[in-house]
């Protein structure tokens, strides 16, 4: 199937080929037509699905058929966890509206930096993409208003309750209109995101996606058996070995994120930090920096694990294996995107081995523990 059999316009599909999109993901073709038709949309959806420009394209349509928006009050609200995916979807938003008639402004507004210069960039908005504090924040001020709000998407569901905000997506749910269409994705249907669900939507159109007790199949998985006092030598062995271009290295704390690079550069490796020690100035450019090939290893906590779209990063590397089965396939999940092939390699100490194997369990996919006795580093 094509973008074109999914009822958007030619402007929108001008703007798909311009933005370099082939064809649509199973959720896309699923979500654009219900959401097109004003319904409520439920999707079960794991990171690197395409969700995002499943709600985004068809929300660029209807906004094509308005007038721009003049002053703060905001016709479409999107929510989300944390500042790396509201910068991704404001990210997303931009690259197809900038081949549009009608001008669209999108926002991405989070905590963490001064609230100033987001308060005076709110008017005129489009699309607010936002964290639930820093939205309360700005509500606080009369910074904006939410008494307008056509749709709102709520992405990351799961995510957002994990963190600790549903008192105030309670508060924010009780600031919008009664009338509007509701959008919802989360990357698990567990009890909590059911109960959200039962309050938000009204007879959803549901859509799952493959769930993400599935990995990847476009990615190849490697695991290692390495003593935790051999792990920093042979990480330093794989990075050198490879030709990759990026790597995208998970630790399981900040301090041994930052003990990482500390030792990668005492060894002649540049890499970078990426995670919630570091002021948001400090991640954007980090992420900037990696995404752009100026330094070829990030070594990060599980904070970008989701929300973090990284086109054609061949390869992760688990330094340490995380602590929970689903956050192991969002750290693989960063390679083996749109359509692209991508490595994930795994250094499993002694202590790891029980973890490892309900891990594999999990994912119901069995990846061989290899020996690195014969490996000279």
């Given at each position: ?92 938003t ?50 904006l ?74 990615i190849e ?49 540049d ?13 954007t ?7 752009s ?9 599980d ?75």
């Amino acid at each position: 199937m094509n973008f074109s059999d999914l009822g958007l316009s030619k402007q929108i599909l001008d703007a798909i080929k311009k933005a370099n999109y082939d064809s649509p993901y199973p959720i896309q073709i699923a979500a654009i037509p219900a959401i097109l038709q004003k319904k409520d949309v439920l999707g079960i959806a794991p990171t690197g699905s395409g969700k995002t420009a499943s709600y985004i394209l068809p929300i660029l349509q209807r906004l094509q058929e308005k007038e721009a928006n003049k002053g703060r009050m905001i016709p479409i609200l999107v929510l989300v966890p944390t500042r790396e995916l509201a910068s991704q979807v404001a990210e997303v938003t931009e690259n197809f509206a900038r081949f549009l008639n009608r001008p669209v402004k999108a926002l991405a507004v989070f905590g963490g930096v001064s609230i100033n210069p987001q308060m005076m960039k709110i008017y005129g908005t489009d699309i607010l993409v936002a964290t639930p504090g820093r939205l309360l924040d700005l509500l606080s001020k009369n910074a904006l208003n939410l008494n307008q709000v056509e749709i709102l998407v709520l992405d990351e569901a799961d995510k957002v309750l994990n963190m600790g905000f549903k008192e105030e997506v309670d508060l924010i749910l009780e600031r919008l209109p009664k009338k509007r269409q509701n959008i919802l994705f989360s990357a698990t249907s567990e009890e909590s995101v059911e109960g959200l669900i039962n309050e938000m939507l009204h007879e959803p159109v549901r859509i799952s996606a493959e769930p993400d007790t599935v990995s990847p199949d476009l990615i190849e998985q490697y695991a290692y058996r390495v003593p935790m006092e051999q792990k920093g030598p042979f990480l330093r062995y794989l990075i050198n070995s490879g030709d990759w271009s990026q790597i995208l290295v998970f630790a399981s704390s900040i301090r041994a994120a930052d003990n990482i690079v500390t030792k990668l550069g005492k060894n002649g490796i540049d890499a970078l930090a990426f995670h919630g020690d570091k002021s948001q100035g400090a991640r954007t450019e980090a992420l900037h920096t990696f995404k752009s090939g100026k330094t070829r290893i990030l070594v990060a906590t599980d904070l970008a694990a989701r929300g973090i779209d990284i086109k054609f990063l061949p390869l992760v590397i688990n330094y340490e294996l995380p602590r929970s089965p689903k956050d192991y396939v969002h750290r693989i999940g960063r390679t083996g995107r749109a359509g692209a092939t991508g490595e994930a390699i795994s250094l499993v100490s002694e202590e790891e081995l029980h973890h490892f194997k309900i891990i594999q369990k999990k994912m119901k996919k069995h990846v061989q523990l290899r020996s690195i006795d014969e490996i000279e580093f």
